[in-house]
């Protein structure tokens, strides 16, 4: 049996070191689905939360401009500029969930 032995009599507080905790999930992910999207696609998407999470809208992407804005320009109202808005992308995607891509037939 091995017995331990202290050879300093002066007991002192020492607070534990912050460890770096490796694993899980890791550091959080931008779901910014937007931004690298091609200029003139059109999309579906619908809200994530809130009373009207059956509703899907249709959207064309207007391009990113502006420091990182996308333009986008809701339910084909490609002749009325006056609907159009800029976004946030990555707020656009926190909220909004893509549901497809329209492809031109």
């Known amino acids: 049996m091995l017995k331990l ?19 899980g999930k890791g550091p959080p992910k931008s779901w910014d689905w937007l931004s690298p999207m091609p200029a ?13 999470t059956w509703i899907i809208y249709e959207f064309g992407h207007g391009g990113t401009h502006a420091g990182n804005n996308t333009l986008l320009i809701p339910n084909r109202m490609y002749d009325q500029p006056s609907n159009w808005f800029w ?19």
């Not at 032995?5 to 460890?19: F, G, K, S, T, Y």
């Not at 003139?40 to 009207?52: C, I, S």
């Open 5 to 23: 032995v202290v050879n300093n009599e002066i007991l002192e507080d020492q607070e534990a070191a912050p460890r770096l905790m490796t694993g």
């Open 40 to 52: 003139g696609t059109v999309f579906l998407a619908r809200p994530k939360t809130g009373p009207n």
């Open 87 to 105: 976004c946030d992308p990555v707020e656009f995607s926190k909220v909004y969930e893509l549901r497809g891509i329209l492809e031109d037939e």
